[in-house]
C-alpha cells in the first residue's frame, strides 16, 4: 500500500487508502498527524527526494528518495525498538491492531472502525474487541446505576 501526494487531503484531514483487491477508503487524521505530515512533506521528504534521480508521487521515501516498501517499514521499526533499547518485537500490522484497539476502548463504534480498516466483514474487525480490564471497570462504573 503506497500512499501518493495527491491522497492526502489536508482540507478535510483525510488520506485515500488504496487496500487490498484496488479496495478504497478514506480514513481521517488529527492535528498532531497534520503537523507531522506537513512537516515531512516540507522538509523530510524533501531531503530524500534529493537522493534519487526521479520525482516520485509517493509520500514515503527510502533513503534513496525511492518509495518507501513494506520491508522498508519493518526495517525501520525494527531500528526504533533497538535503539530504545526494547526486546519486543514490532511490526507494521502491530500499528493498525493498536490503531484500532485505541479507537474501540475510547468508544469508537465497531462498525466505524471496521470502514476505517477496511475489512470487508465486520467479524474481521470483531478480533479488535478485546478489552482492558481499567476499560471494562470504567464502563461500568460510568454505565451502570448500581456501581
Known amino acids: 500500500m503506497k500512499i501518493h501526494k495527491n491522497d492526502i487531503d489536508f482540507h478535510i484531514s483525510t488520506i485515500l487508502i488504496h487496500g487490498k483487491g484496488n479496495k478504497e477508503r478514506y ?5 498532531f498527524a497534520e503537523h507531522a505530515l506537513k512537516t515531512y512533506l516540507r522538509e523530510g521528504r524533501e531531503q530524500l ?14 533513503n534513496r528518495g525511492q518509495p518507501l516498501s513494506g520491508r522498508g517499514v519493518r526495517y525501520i521499526l ?3 525498538i533497538e535503539r530504545a533499547s526494547l526486546t519486543s518485537t ?6 493498525r491492531h493498536t490503531f484500532a484497539t485505541h479507537l474501540l476502548n475510547e468508544g ?3 462498525r466505524t472502525v471496521q470502514e476505517m480498516l477496511g475489512h470487508e466483514s465486520l467479524s474481521s474487525t470483531q478480533v479488535y474487541t478485546h478489552v482492558t480490564k481499567d476499560y471494562l471497570q470504567n464502563v461500568y462504573k460510568n454505565a451502570h446505576p448500581r456501581s
Do not use: R, T, W
Not at 527526494?49 to 527510502?62: A, G, K
Not at 514490532?90 to 500499528?95: C, G, M, T
Open 27 to 31: 480514513v481521517p487524521f488529527g492535528s
Open 49 to 62: 527526494l534529493s537522493n534519487s534521480n526521479e520525482d516520485y508521487n509517493s509520500v514515503f521515501l527510502n
Open 78 to 80: 525494527n531500528k526504533m
Open 90 to 95: 514490532i511490526h507494521p500490522h502491530k500499528l
Open 108 to 110: 469508537a463504534d465497531l
